[in-house]
């Protein structure tokens, strides 16, 4: 019904920068609040950063400062600059979105993208 696919992963040195995207696809009636979270290996999937439609934005401490949360409302798309990586930033970043949609817009679904994996080393 609804489709989340991430892009922009990659190996990049420590203190450099990338840019995620996610763009959202399917039966979409409306998206309340997009996400991103990540997963390092052997630990627990962790928020990363939030966006409402409203574009009131949260982050994690570990990223405040170097990570920018954004969305492009009417390409139904959200994107994560970050910047002055580090090796602690490597992990698997994934998009999550809270979606109305067409067949049933008073629910709110949760929905998740595959992952794209950054690498942080040198």
């Known amino acids: 019904q609804v489709q989340l696919v991430e892009s922009g992963g990659g190996l990049v040195q420590p203190g450099g920068s990338l840019r995620l995207s996610c763009v959202a696809s399917?039966?979409?009636?409306?998206?309340?609040?997009m996400g991103w979270f990540r997963q390092a290996p052997g630990k627990l999937r962790e928020l990363v950063a939030t966006?409402?439609?409203?574009?009131?934005?949260n982050y994690a401490d570990s990223v405040k400062g170097r990570f920018t949360i954004s969305r492009d409302n009417a390409k139904n798309t959200m994107y994560l600059q970050m910047n002055s990586l580090t090796p602690e930033d490597s992990a698997v970043y994934y998009c999550?979105?809270?979606?109305?949609?067409?067949?049933?817009?008073?629910?709110?679904?949760?929905?998740w993208g595959q992952g794209t994996r950054v690498t942080v080393s040198s």
């Open positions: 999550n979105a809270a979606v109305r949609i067409t067949t049933t817009p008073l629910r709110l679904l949760d929905y």
């Open positions: 399917g039966s979409i009636f409306s998206i309340y609040a």
């Open positions: 966006i409402t439609s409203g574009t009131s934005t």
